[in-house]
Every structure is written in structure tokens, then in C-alpha cells.
């Protein structure tokens, strides 16, 4: 079992900087990927950014640039520069073993001017 506890999130205005935390406990060494994934509204769930185990980094092309995936052993964080309107969601955090993926609670980014 592993659990993951975000925060960070909050109200920033545009061109702005956040930076969201993942601490996971449990069996974290069964996690082979760990991942940040957005909720806009009305839209479907879309993944942002993920680091797999051995340092590979992955981003969508949207916040490529702009946001960096990072970990420290049991916390994975997403900083968050240069927001723009359409980063306004609610941030999830994934950890993904061999065999389940674990979900966060997930913490609300607010864009707004």
C-alpha cells in the first residue's frame, strides 16, 4: 500500500510560480513511477508530467519548459513557472507500482488575474 498526501496548490496570478508536493509512505520502494496529472474543468483527465525510476522525465507538450518533475526520495514535487490561465486545475499525484496505481487527494491551481 502506498499513501500520497499533496499540497502546494493555491491561487497564483498569470506568469506566476507554484510548486505542488507528493509525500508518499508505505511501500514506497515498490514505486516505479511516480506522476503529476490535471483535472480542468469540463475537461478529461489529462497526465502532465512523470518520472519514472532512474530519472527519465516525461512531460506534455502544453508545460514542457515551464514545469519540472522532481523527487526526493518519498516526495515527488511539480514547479510551476510562467502559469498561464489554462493551467487552472486540480492537480492529482500518481504512484504506480507493478501491479496498482495509487492516487492522491488532489490540491486546486487557480490562474487568475
Known amino acids: 500500500q502506498v499513501q500520497l498526501v499533496e499540497s502546494g496548490g493555491g491561487l497564483v496570478q498569470p506568469g506566476g510560480s507554484l510548486r505542488l508536493s507528493c509525500a508518499a509512505s508505505?511501500?514506497?520502494?515498490?514505486?516505479?513511477?511516480m506522476a503529476w496529472y490535471r483535472r480542468a474543468p469540463g475537461k478529461q483527465r489529462e497526465l502532465v508530467a512523470t518520472?519514472?525510476?532512474?530519472?527519465r522525465m516525461d512531460y506534455v507538450d502544453s508545460v514542457r519548459d515551464r514545469f519540472t518533475i522532481s523527487r526526493d526520495w518519498n516526495t515527488v514535487y511539480l514547479q510551476m513557472n510562467s502559469l498561464k490561465f489554462e493551467d487552472t486545475a486540480v492537480y492529482y499525484c500518481?504512484?504506480?507500482?507493478?501491479?496498482?496505481?495509487?492516487w492522491g487527494q488532489g490540491t486546486q491551481v487557480t490562474v487568475s488575474s
Open positions: 508505505g511501500s514506497i520502494d515498490s514505486i516505479y513511477a
Open positions: 500518481n504512484a504506480a507500482t507493478s501491479a496498482v496505481q495509487y
Open positions: 518520472l519514472i525510476r532512474g530519472g
